[in-house]
């Protein structure tokens, strides 16, 4: 019932508001932040001195891992509550962890720092079960898993609404949606996405013309047929992301809004469709303050095959293409500083630096620092 009164009122919410997404000037402030994995177990009860501390490194906001998905480590430590999954905050609809949350907003209330609560939608293992599970189309014609929980069936929708409400209850400063916010390539082959793009565009799913785009006699038609397809799908996935931050408005309206998004939609705009169903100007249009821009340089320069110069102009290239999208003000940089590994052994400063004076030299400002379990995480410098 409660899920079911959540929909409704954000339903009235968006057909009744004169500008569906702004009534007023938001003030978005600058960025220096640092994203949160794991809180260091030598924090557990001293999240005042976990925060104080990143602020005198000159850090001004904090991203908050506040969900945990099957195998994620649990926060200072903890024993595992939710083997299945859960959250960080109290909730009615998911196994809650621990409220780390409240304790989080106050300590950084009390030192001056931004809270963003960083948040799952479609990874989020309690809630990607057999039954949610959305569908791929696969070379051979046929249905096959696909990524995440399935945003086209009634109640994954209405599950998460109700989760990003139960969020805005709280007094933070904003929400960071996880990179899991898309929708891959070939999803969206079960009865839910289909029967919702047939009655919209009139077009019927066709595997043959949705999973190869470019074979056969006739491309230029299933080409045409593939692209609406593509752009049908970033559309609702951003419509998706509008009904969130309505649900979360009517409870919290000053809430600041950002998406992760994959280094290479800013640049190629084409891949990021394709790949993601990311089209960056639909999610600014639907409400977005900032992009997060994953700028990973050691993943970039792995799958790119980028000496170091070369890697650097890249990274120009990224923020350049990034700021000319969005703006100065609304573009966030994701820099790596510690590798993506159980030990999280540090990259060589030097070498982040040189990163983010890259990024500097595109016109990029604003700055998240990563991953971070520690204020000392910030101090180590690592070698090459």
């Known amino acids: 019932m409660r899920i079911c009164l959540y929909t409704i009122a954000v339903l009235a919410f968006l057909s009744s508001t004169c500008s569906p997404f702004e009534i007023y000037e938001k003030h978005r402030p600058s960025v220096a932040g640092v994203q949160i994995f794991v809180i260091d177990h030598s924090y557990r009860g001293r999240l005042d001195e976990f925060f104080y501390e990143i602020k005198q490194l000159g850090v001004d906001a904090v991203f908050l891992r506040v969900f945990q998905n099957r195998g994620d480590r649990v926060h200072f430590g903890l024993t595992n509550l939710c083997p299945e999954g859960g959250v960080y905050f109290a909730s009615k609809n998911a196994c809650v962890e621990a409220d780390i949350l409240k304790e989080a907003v106050q300590s950084a209330k009390?030192?001056?720092?931004?809270?963003f609560a960083w948040m799952a939608t479609r990874s989020l293992s309690f809630l990607k079960g057999e039954d949610n599970i959305s569908l791929s189309f696969s070379p051979d014609n046929k249905r096959s898993l696909g990524y995440g929980a399935n945003i086209f069936k009634p109640d994954v929708r209405a599950a998460l609404l109700s989760l990003f409400a139960e969020l805005a209850e709280y007094q933070i400063d904003g929400i960071l949606l996880?990179?899991?916010?898309?929708?891959?390539?070939?999803?969206?082959?079960?009865?839910?996405?289909?029967?919702?793009?047939?009655?919209?565009?009139?077009?019927?799913?066709d595997a043959e013309e949705?999973?190869?785009?470019?074979?056969?006699?006739?491309?230029?038609?299933?080409?045409?047929?593939?692209?609406?397809?593509?752009?049908?799908?970033?559309?609702?996935?951003?419509?998706?992301?509008?009904?969130?931050?309505?649900?979360?408005?009517?409870?919290?309206?000053?809430?600041?809004?950002?998406?992760?998004?994959?280094?290479?939609?800013?640049?190629?705009?084409?891949?990021?469709?394709?790949?993601?169903?990311?089209?960056?100007?639909?999610?600014?249009?639907?409400?977005?303050?900032?992009?997060?821009?994953?700028?990973?340089?050691?993943?970039?320069?792995?799958?790119?095959?980028?000496?170091?110069?070369?890697?650097?102009?890249?990274?120009?290239?990224?923020?350049f293409s990034s700021v000319r999208a969005v703006g100065a003000e609304q573009a966030i940089f994701k820099?790596?500083?510690?590798?993506?590994?159980?030990?999280?052994?540090?990259?060589?400063?030097?070498?982040?630096?040189?990163?983010?004076?890259?990024?500097?030299?595109g016109g990029g400002e604003n700055f998240i620092k990563l991953p971070i379990n520690s204020p000392k995480d910030l101090l180590q410098r690592g070698g090459n």
């Open 110 to 115: 009390k030192n001056g720092v931004k809270l």
């Open 178 to 205: 996880q990179d899991d916010f898309i929708i891959k390539y070939a999803e969206g082959a079960d009865c839910f996405a289909c029967t919702e793009f047939t009655q919209k565009t009139g077009v019927a799913c």
């Open 210 to 319: 949705f999973f190869y785009p470019t074979r056969s006699s006739t491309f230029g038609r299933r080409k045409a047929a593939y692209d609406r397809w593509n752009l049908w799908k970033a559309e609702e996935l951003s419509r998706l992301f509008s009904e969130i931050r309505a649900s979360a408005r009517l409870i919290n309206p000053t809430l600041l809004w950002a998406v992760n998004i994959y280094y290479e939609t800013p640049i190629y705009k084409d891949k990021g469709l394709l790949w993601y169903s990311h089209y960056i100007s639909k999610f600014m249009d639907a409400g977005e303050d900032y992009i997060a821009v994953m700028a990973y340089h050691v993943q970039i320069a792995q799958e790119m095959k980028l000496e170091e110069r070369e890697l650097l102009e890249f990274l120009k290239n990224l923020a």
């Open 335 to 361: 820099v790596q500083v510690r590798r993506f590994n159980n030990a999280n052994s540090p990259i060589d400063k030097l070498q982040t630096d040189s990163v983010q004076k890259a990024l500097m030299n």
